[in-house]
């Protein structure tokens, strides 16, 4: 690179993520493969539109790969092409949860999701988010347990009478029963979204319940535990009951919102990217991937909880689990910088019925996907468990620590 400015940048990072332990939930390292595609000449390329439908020439190979991407999600996902569509152009997630309300709802209309501090998403009807600004939000929250209490969703459900709702988190770690939420939005004559952005390599794999039998719209982003770069998905069932019923194209209108309503040329980089990682996705290597996963996360979680710590909900079924770091006396800001001295690196994060501010909670989020990609298992959870306790109750320095992750490190390179 002639950029000697980036290119020591470049090396410095590639250093950093190596020398490491990466517990942020929502990050991955991708394939060799998925960064070739990312770098490639479809990056030089302007594709405003849909295959077939351009509004520049040139377009021929871009419509390959990008139909290519479109029949591998499909297939991933177990997915009839009759029954349902998948648009593959969203930016990243929020983009695409922004493309759907914007498909099927009027400004003012109502949306019903989980409560970001409770484990939601910002774009889930948060009150910073536009979300909450150019539509009506009404937010469940979880029980004192750290479970939703799906009877208490139905109950706001029915009071509120929102247009859609949706399930999905980033800060919850139980199973999501999509199946319920599917009833409940019937039930209120609503819209019914699954976004899948943190599960959708597990709903891959066949290890976490799947949302494509009941709900009428998916949103999924693809640099979770789906490995692949930053961008998303929308799948929208083409049988949508509440659809037919109010006369809408569900799959026009999505495709519509998208472009050329909310976004213009695609970045075709990425979504060969996409078709890149959802090919791997389909490799019996990644089904043994998601499965080791969720035993890191669920190792890990026991293991913390052997030492005296709070795990929200007592445990996972998924990739994280928030700690309550708070109940033994440190903030979640103070816990993370603690372990990113010594080269643990997690997110403060909020945990149900926080009394705390969001910029100094009082958990942490732990997640596994990207130590499983470096081939870690329960032993080296175990010992990460120990390094996370002695770090953070002892609230000093451990260069001890440090020097042990490094050594760890280097014995699971990034390949």
């Known amino acids: 690179m002639k950029d000697r400015e980036v290119e020591k940048l470049i090396k410095s990072e590639e250093k950093r993520q190596a020398s490491v332990i990466n517990l942020i939930a929502s990050e991955n390292f991708v394939s060799s493969d998925v960064l070739r595609a990312l770098g490639s000449v479809f990056t030089n390329k302007y594709a405003e539109g849909y295959s077939g439908k351009r509004y520049y020439g040139g377009n021929e190979v871009i419509d390959e790969v990008e139909n290519l991407a479109k029949s591998r999600a499909l297939k991933l996902f177990n997915l009839s092409p009759k029954k349902w569509s998948v648009n593959v152009q969203p930016y990243s997630g929020s983009p695409a949860n922004m493309a759907v309300y914007y498909a099927l709802l009027e400004p003012g209309d109502k949306i019903m999701g989980l409560s970001l501090p409770f484990g939601g998403h910002l774009t889930h009807g948060w009150k910073v988010n536009f979300s909450a600004r150019f539509y009506k939000s009404v937010q469940y929250t979880i029980n004192e347990d750290g479970f939703i209490d799906y009877r208490e969703v139905r109950k706001l459900a029915k009071k509120e009478k929102p247009q859609l709702i949706v399930s999905g988190a980033t800060a919850y770690g139980r199973f999501f029963d999509f199946k319920k939420f599917a009833t409940i939005a019937k039930e209120v004559g609503a819209y019914c979204l699954a976004d899948i952005a943190h599960t959708a390599g597990l709903i891959a794999a066949r290890i976490y319940p799947s949302p494509f039998p009941y709900a009428d719209v998916v949103t999924a982003t693809t640099h979770k535990t789906l490995r692949g770069p930053r961008s998303a998905m929308i799948f929208a069932n083409r049988e949508s009951r509440i659809a037919k ?123 596994t996907p990207a130590l499983t990609t470096r081939g870690m298992k329960e032993k080296e959870m175990k010992k990460i468990a120990f390094w996370i306790d002695e770090v953070i109750s002892n609230s000093k320095p451990k260069i001890r620590v440090k020097n042990e992750v490094r050594k760890l490190c280097q014995k699971f390179p990034i390949t």
Request: contains cysteine; hydrophobic residues 40%.
């Open 245 to 367: 019923k109010k006369k809408v194209d569900i799959v026009q209108v999505v495709d519509r919102a998208v472009f050329p309503s909310l976004q213009g040329g695609p970045h075709e980089n990425n979504i060969a990217a996409i078709a890149v990682c959802l090919k791997e996705a389909m490799g019996h290597n990644f089904k043994k991937y998601a499965q080791q996963v969720v035993r890191n996360a669920k190792v890990l979680a026991q293991e913390l909880q052997k030492k005296g710590w709070r795990i929200v909900s007592g445990g996972t079924d998924s990739h994280l689990f928030l700690l309550d770091t708070f109940s033994r006396g440190i903030s979640g800001k103070t816990a993370q910088n603690l372990l990113e001295a010594e080269g643990i690196i997690v997110n403060k994060n909020t945990i149900p019925f926080d009394t705390r501010s969001p910029f100094d909670p009082s958990g942490i989020r732990i997640g």
